[in-house]
Each structure stands twice: as structure tokens, then as C-alpha cells.
């Protein structure tokens, strides 16, 4: 998939999943949803990043391992761990960004993926349906740590989107 493809895939499940599947609906009527709806889009063309990445680093490639992965919201999530980041414009637009990513990598899957380093096909689903499916799990998962170790009750965290 190229950039286009991989936004028209991103932003309609960020919509949906949002109305649908998370338990902020309230989302939708925040004047910053565009924003959110921004980051799901910087998500998704995130790991193509590996185009500029191998200009500098020779052989890096394109669809590389690394920036094809969780490790970019994982490096993004210490942060927000250790400081206890709980405001709903960072942890909304963090999910997004999150959710984003996860859509690129199911996107990859459905053409040829040649990612660099891997050589057989059933490796490259493997990593893409790996990486994708714990980022999904990540993303229940921050739902979930943003409303409660983080210091705000679910309903001060309801409370306060905006
Ligand atoms: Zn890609």
C-alpha cells in the first residue's frame, strides 16, 4: 500500500472504531477531533519513514522491520509510562497515532509486503499480524491506563475531553 491507500484505510476505521468500539464516543464531539484524526493519519504513513531513513542509511529499505513495527509506540509509550501523562490531547492523539500504525501494518498485509531483512512471505505476515495485533491490544490497553492508574477517575477523564 502507498500513502494515499494507507489514509483512506486509517481514517474511516479511526472514525468507526472511535463511535464503535472505544469507550469515548464523547470523542467525536470534541472540537479536537480533527486533530486526533491528524495523528491517526501521521500514524499511518509513520513507518514509510524507513524511504527517508534509507537515504541516509544505505540498505535500510523500504518497508524495514523496525519502523514496520511497535516499536515506535512503544519508544512513544515510556514516556508517557514514566510521567504519568494523563492529559486526554496526549493520550487521545498518542492512541491515534497508535491506531494509525496498526492500520499501516493490516494495510501492508494485503499486497506484496517485501519487507527488508525477511525473506519468506509467511515471516512477513507473521511480523505485520504480530506487531498489528499487540498494537490493538496496546490501544485497549492505554484506554484503559488513562483512566485509572493514572490519576483521573474514568468519569473526571470523561469529563474533561475536550
Ligand atoms: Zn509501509
Known sequence: MRGKSHLLLAIPLYVLSVKYLSHAQELLLSPFFALYCLTAMVGALFPDVDWA???VIPGFGHRNPLTHSLLGPLLLYIPIFIYKVS??????SYNAFTFGIATHLFGDLVK???????????????WYILNGAVLVVLLSMTEFLKALPLGTSIINFINTFS
Request: charged fraction near 30%; hydrophobic fraction near 30%; charge should be positive.
Open 53 to 55: 531513513i534509507d537515504r
Open 112 to 126: 506484496r509486503g517485501n519487507l527488508t531483512w525477511v525473506k519468506s512471505r509467511k515471516q512477513e505476515h507473521a
Open 87 to 92: 492529559h486526554p490531547l496526549l493520550t487521545n
